[in-house]
Each structure stands twice: as C-alpha cells, then as structure tokens.
C-alpha cells in the first residue's frame, strides 16, 4: 500500500461500475496532491484479490529516497535489515529501505507479535519524524513468520521444519489483518512439502488472504533448500510471491558451499527472476562479500551485528551497515556507468 508522511495507510479502489481510480482514502487530499506531496513515482501496480466481484483493489508500489546515501532509482539496491528490539530501529533507520521485524534474531529470526510490530512501527515514525533528512521516508516495515528456529550448523540441511502443520496457514491467515493494522506491508513467509518443494497451496492461500490486507508475500531462506532455485522463482513468481530470499547455501551453515558453487546458485536465481522477481541477497553479507560476489541484487538481507555486548546480545553494529549501504550504492553506480 502506499505509504504517505506520518506512514499512514491509504487504499486506492478501482469499481468496475463507477471506472477510473476513486483516490485515496487520505481525508482531503486527491491522488495528484499527495503524489506531488510526496514526491513520489510509481514503480509498480500490483492487482490484489477483491472482497467480492464488484470491487478490485489496486496496490500501488513506490520506490522512494530513503537513505542518506543519494536515495533510490530505477536501479538502486535496497538494504533489508531485519530487528527484533525497538532500541536498534534509529541506527537501522538511517541504513535500511526495509525493516523486517521478527523476534529471537539470535535463533535467525521467529514470528513476532503484532505488539512487536507496532512498538516497532512506533519507534519508526518517532525516527520520521526527528531524525530523517532531506525528506526522506521511514523505512517499510515487513514481518517474519517462521515458528521454528532452523538449525544454524550441519551439512545436511533439514527442511522439515518449513513443512507447515495443519493449523499453522489457518493462524497466519487469522494474524495478518492484525499485522497489516500494526503497520506491516508485507509477510516473509517459508513453507516447503514434505519432499523439499515449495507447498504451492500453502502459498497460494497466504497470498490470497494477505492481498485482501494490502499486503504483499515474500519467501525467506527456505528458498535456498528448494532441489532447482531457477524453478522455484517461476513457481513463486506465478503464484504471486514478489520475492524471495537466498543466500546460495543449502541451509544456514555457509562453510558447507564453496564460494563459487554459492556463487553459480544465486546466478541462476537471479537469471530466473529477471525484472519480475526480487533476488534478495543473505546470509552473512558484509561489504566485502557483495563486493566479490560481483552479482547485481536488487536487495540485500543483513542484521548487520556487531560483537555481543556484556549481556552476550550481538547488537546492530551502524558501522557494519554504513559499509554495506556504501557497497551497495557504489555498486549502482557503476551499473549507471557501465550502461552509459
């Protein structure tokens, strides 16, 4: 959905009977004035699933300056940082175009609470407010559901604890309006079968449910356990996901992989998804990683922690990701040149 000063929500409905877009719900304020107010430019509309057959819903994507880095284009990478602490979010703030919000970072990322999600919301606008420059806008806020830590060590990977059980899409489905009001605007999702695969149905039904919330889908690292990655993004890609997070390694142990094994699976990721689906870059990335890695992702996924503090909490580390936001930007603007 699009989000407007102060992060509040609009929707923009489209009726079949009347035609023509009827504006944002924003008291006074027309389409054109709050596109002029924000000074913002449509990336993409994106058609969500109607309440009933005589409405369509229509969620509009903007792409918008949000770093202190020189903003975002066309061809701008985006830094993910996922948190799951309120006191992170004004370092992040200033680094991320994306927040994804979880809880026990430390066990890599568990679903949090929608109480979470708006204390979290919270300390986001208060940062909008006071400490954003230049007009730039708080970052988007996405949520985590995954309900069991995945194991961090070990060659062989386990993807039975993306197999969701019986009652656990029903839930989902039951919370996301509940997300949606606590100000995320998308869910990150992970659901395999039993034999690895991605669980088309389980997917299909929490993209259904979340376009009806204005909110979009997108897959976490259970993508990199999926036998053909290539495959994968074509599937999630027409069942509605927009993107999917991969770090090349078959798990979350990177010692497993080579580096040019990792590097040939994420090439082949991002081939498949062309300009239609998001490769989101994971998995350990520091500056120096993006920069051998020498791929051109349209996103990049870190916590960007330090050394754990006395409490033993690694906490986020502004130096780590200052040095990842310069990589990433000096990387797209090479790709400027190399276009020019």
Request: aromatic share 4%.
């Given at each position: 959905?699009?989000?407007?000063?102060g992060?509040?929500?609009?929707?923009?409905?489209?009726?079949p009977?009347?035609?023509?877009?009827?504006?944002?719900?924003r008291?006074?304020?027309?389409?054109?004035?709050?596109?002029?107010?924000?000074?913002?430019?449509?990336?993409?509309v994106?058609?969500?699933?109607?309440?009933?057959?005589?409405?369509?819903?229509?969620?509009?994507?903007f792409?918008?300056?949000?770093?202190?880095?020189?903003?975002?284009?066309?061809?701008?990478?985006?830094?993910?940082?996922?948190?799951?602490?309120?006191?992170?979010?004004?370092?992040?703030?200033?680094?991320?175009?994306?927040?994804?919000?979880?809880?026990?970072?430390?066990?890599e990322g568990?679903?949090?609470?929608?109480?979470?999600?708006?204390?979290?919301?919270?300390?986001?606008?208060?940062?909008?407010?006071?400490?954003?420059?230049?007009?730039?806008?708080?970052p988007?806020l996405?949520?985590?559901?995954?309900?069991t830590?995945?194991?961090?060590t070990?060659?062989?990977?386990?993807?039975?604890?993306?197999?969701?059980?019986?009652?656990?899409?029903?839930?989902?489905?039951?919370?996301?309006?509940?997300?949606?009001e606590?100000?995320?605007?998308?869910?990150?999702?992970?659901?395999?079968g039993?034999?690895g695969?991605?669980?088309?149905?389980?997917?299909?039904r929490?993209?259904?449910a979340?376009?009806?919330v204005?909110?979009?889908?997108?897959?976490?690292?259970a993508?990199?356990?999926?036998?053909?990655?290539?495959?994968?993004?074509?599937?999630?890609?027409?069942?509605?996901?927009?993107?999917?997070?991969?770090?090349?390694?078959?798990?979350?142990d990177?010692?497993?992989?080579?580096?040019?094994?990792?590097?040939?699976?994420?090439?082949?990721?991002?081939?498949?998804?062309g300009?239609?689906?998001?490769i989101v870059?994971?998995?350990?990335?520091?500056?120096?990683?993006?920069?051998r890695?020498?791929?051109?992702?349209?996103?990049?996924?870190?916590?960007?922690?330090?050394?754990?503090?006395?409490?033993?909490?690694?906490?986020?580390?502004?130096?780590?990701?200052r040095?990842?936001?310069?990589?990433?930007?000096?990387?797209?603007?090479?790709?400027?040149?190399?276009?020019?």
């Open positions: 959905m699009p989000v407007f000063p992060n509040e929500r609009c929707r923009i409905e489209r009726s009977a009347v035609g023509g877009l009827r504006g944002p719900s008291k006074n304020s027309s389409w054109q004035v709050a596109k002029e107010r924000c000074k913002m430019k449509i990336r993409r994106m058609r969500f699933p109607g309440l009933n057959r005589t409405r369509q819903f229509l969620s509009v994507v792409r918008l300056p949000m770093n202190e880095h020189g903003g975002m284009d066309e061809t701008s990478g985006r830094l993910e940082i996922p948190l799951d602490d309120p006191r992170d979010v004004i370092m992040a703030s200033r680094h991320a175009d994306r927040i994804e919000i979880c809880r026990a970072l430390d066990r568990l679903t949090p609470s929608p109480e979470l999600v708006a204390s979290i919301r919270a300390a986001v606008e208060e940062v909008g407010r006071d400490g954003l420059d230049g007009g730039r806008m708080a988007d996405v949520v985590l559901h995954q309900q830590p995945p194991r961090s070990g060659v062989e990977p386990d993807h039975s604890i993306f197999v969701p059980r019986s009652d656990e899409i029903t839930t989902l489905v039951l919370e996301l309006p509940r997300f949606a606590s100000g995320a605007t998308a869910v990150v999702i992970g659901f395999l039993p034999d695969t991605l669980d088309q149905r389980s997917i299909e929490v993209v259904s979340a376009g009806t204005g909110m979009s889908v997108a897959f976490h690292r993508f990199d356990l999926v036998p053909d990655p290539a495959d994968a993004v074509r599937s999630l890609r027409d069942l509605g996901v927009r993107r999917a997070l991969a770090s090349g390694v078959p798990g979350f990177s010692s497993v992989i080579d580096f040019n094994r990792r590097r040939s699976r994420l090439q082949a990721a991002l081939e498949a998804g300009d239609e689906f998001e870059f994971c998995g350990g990335v520091r500056a120096d990683l993006l920069d890695m020498g791929l051109a992702f349209p996103a990049v996924h870190a916590s960007c922690r330090g050394d754990a503090d006395a409490s033993g909490r690694r906490v986020f580390d502004p130096s780590v990701a040095a990842l936001r310069a990589a990433i930007d000096r990387r797209k603007l090479e790709s400027r040149s190399d276009r020019g």
